[in-house]
T-cell receptor, first 114, second 111 residues
């Protein structure tokens, strides 16, 4: 596609459930980033992939959060045993190289845990 | 839609005036800096970037200044327009390639 695509755009889930958020980066982009943005706050770094591997996962808040990128393109952010505090907009971005180039953002997935 | 900027510092300017938005960073090893604009309910949009081997870069109506000595970055918008109203973030590139957001500023342009 022409840009970074995130699906679903909105997700409502019950507390304790498992959710998966998907990110389709721009074709050929090797770097992929996940961020979480709470209402009225700046985006918080979660994890960064370079190809298939997680180059930096220091932002994942706890072991309920996990992300994969098995073929170096699409990435899935997985959240187990969701909590109300996980409610936020989850943003994905991709860029063409490991550093020093513009990152393109998707529109985000708004996750609401009820 | 999502409302961005409820708890962020706000800069109010009159239409036609120049705006200056600032960003401080802490890691002296940072080597790449980007300014993004985020409108309510949307993902961040690229405005301009600068590498650590430069101290100034100009685009259309925008200028980014980098002061590595004090680890400070600024975005200057000339002749600010109502369409410039948004939240502005700096994004700091680390040596590992990760990109970390700095604190944002909400720009409000009064017509």
């Amino acid at each position: 596609g022409a840009g970074v695509s995130q699906t679903p755009s909105n997700k409502v889930t019950e507390k304790g459930k498992y959710v998966e958020l998907r990110c389709d980066p721009i074709s050929g982009h090797t770097a992929l980033y996940w961020y979480r943005q709470s209402l009225g706050q700046g985006p918080e770094f979660l994890i960064y992939f370079q190809g298939t591997g997680a180059a930096d996962d220091s932002g994942l808040p706890n072991d309920r959060f996990f992300a994969v990128r098995p073929e170096g393109s699409v990435s899935t952010l997985k959240i187990q045993r969701t909590e109300r505090g996980d409610s936020a907009v989850y943003l994905c971005a991709s860029s063409s190289t490991s550093s020093g180039t513009e990152a393109f953002f998707g529109q985000g997935t708004r996750l609401t845990v009820v | 839609g999502e409302s961005v900027g409820l708890h962020l510092p706000t800069l109010s300017v009159q239409e036609g005036d120049n705006s200056i938005i600032n960003c401080a960073y802490s890691n002296s090893a940072s080597d790449y800096f980007i300014w993004y604009k985020q409108e309510s309910g949307k993902g961040p949009q690229f405005i301009i970037d600068i590498r650590s081997n430069m101290d100034k870069r100009q685009g259309q109506r925008v200028t980014v200044l980098l002061n590595k000595t004090v680890k400070h970055l600024s975005l200057q918008i000339a002749a600010t327009q109502p369409g410039d109203s948004a939240v502005y973030f700096c994004l700091i590139g680390g040596s590992q390639g990760n990109l970390i957001f700095g604190k944002g500023t909400k720009l409000s342009v009064k017509p």
